[in-house]
């Protein structure tokens, strides 16, 4: 009867196990996973001993075959004079967006936030991704997510929640892109 | 004659852009960070044994270090790493002129500066990869 009790538990944990894994594996959950990889990787570049920017082009272009040619983006204000959001119609007005992060922005950190079951667990558990099949084909996916970035020219870190909306064609390019950022807070040391 | 002002004209003009363009060129980074190693060390070495003198020749050689350093970020706009340098090229001023006076105390004070900001710029912008490093934009 212990042994049938024990043998039970195990093959429920590893039910468990192998499900949490499946979410885990999702198509959706890689999708998000290789855009933020993509994002986060733009400050992976370095500068000659000669004082030549290498490997940043392969990191623009690279970020860049995520998108689709009439990919239309809306992101944060990226412009001092800018207050609201940007729309960005096109591949190539994208990816002068894009160049602009590689360019101006170091210690790229932006992270799926996580989740439990319980009220206040939102800093562990399950990095959740809701994802919908879009009635003109594709998929649409939409995550939470923590922005940390420090700027290039002086090194002030900054940080912010934010969400990311994004529209896959059937072709499985980026053809819509909401990169949503609320409250941007410095941050400084105490 | 308005052929030959033009002919002036353009051969200063070539001069000026060949003089911007050498002038412009800088030693590879790594040679200029090696000398800096080398020359922090002997300064380090001469100021604890009081050899003003040697001191101050240290800290001349690393005043033109930092201004070669500084020289490499500028086209950049890496404010940061354009200020560390700046700073340490005062610092390397200071101590020269502290030595030049005599002064060994106020030398060592003005050479903790030059590594603090050694030491802050290379925590932002050097990247240890175990084969040696990497500079960080």
């Given at each position: 009867m212990r042994q049938l009790i024990i043998s039970t538990l195990i093959l429920l944990l590893a039910a468990i196990q192998l499900q949490a894994q499946a979410a885990a594996d999702s198509p959706e959950q890689k999708l998000a996973e290789e855009w933020l990889k993509q994002l986060n990787a733009l400050d992976d570049w370095y500068l000659s001993v000669d004082g030549k920017?290498?490997?940043?082009?392969?990191?623009?272009?690279?970020?860049?075959?995520?998108?689709?040619?009439?990919?239309?983006?809306?992101?944060?204000?990226?412009?001092?004079?800018?207050?609201?959001?940007?729309?960005?119609?096109?591949?190539?007005?994208?990816?002068?967006?894009?160049?602009?992060?590689?360019?101006?922005?170091?210690?790229?950190?932006?992270?799926?936030?996580?989740?439990?079951?319980?009220?206040?667990?939102?800093?562990?558990?399950?990095?959740?991704?809701?994802?919908?099949?879009?009635?003109?084909?594709?998929?649409?996916?939409?995550?939470?997510?923590?922005?940390?970035?420090?700027?290039?020219?002086?090194?002030?870190?900054?940080?912010?929640?934010?969400?990311?909306?994004?529209?896959?064609?059937?072709?499985?390019?980026?053809?819509?892109?909401?990169?949503?950022?609320?409250?941007?807070?410095?941050?400084?040391?105490? | 004659m308005n052929r030959q002002v033009v002919f002036i004209v353009i051969v200063i003009a070539a001069v000026f852009v060949f003089a911007t363009a050498f002038a412009q060129q800088h030693r590879p980074y790594n040679q200029i960070m090696k000398d800096v190693g080398a020359t922090f060390a002997s300064l380090k070495k001469n100021l604890d044994a009081n050899s003003a003198t040697a001191a101050a020749q240290d800290a001349a050689k690393l005043e033109g270090l930092f201004a070669e350093t500084e020289a490499f970020w500028a086209p950049f706009d890496t404010q940061d790493a354009i200020s560390f340098a700046k700073r340490a090229r005062d610092a390397a001023a200071a101590v020269g002129a502290a030595a030049k006076g005599n002064d060994i105390k106020a030398a060592q004070e003005s050479y903790s500066v030059i590594q603090k900001n050694c030491a802050n710029c290379h925590f932002s912008h050097r990247e240890e990869t175990g084969k040696g490093f990497l500079i960080k934009p």
């Open positions: 920017e290498e490997g940043v082009e392969q990191l623009v272009n690279s970020m860049m075959d995520l998108y689709a040619p009439d990919v239309l983006a809306e992101v944060p204000p990226h412009d001092k004079d800018q207050i609201g959001p940007v729309m960005i119609r096109g591949k190539e007005n994208v990816r002068k967006w894009v160049e602009r992060i590689a360019k101006t922005q170091v210690r790229l950190n932006y992270i799926l936030k996580r989740q439990t079951e319980g009220p206040t667990g939102e800093y562990e558990g399950w990095r959740l991704i809701y994802s919908t099949k879009l009635p003109w084909g594709g998929t649409g996916i939409a995550f939470q997510i923590i922005g940390v970035w420090s700027l290039r020219e002086d090194r002030r870190r900054f940080m912010a929640p934010g969400a990311v909306f994004i529209q896959y064609g059937p072709d499985g390019k980026i053809h819509r892109l909401r990169l949503l950022l609320a409250e941007i807070d410095e941050v400084k040391p105490l | -």
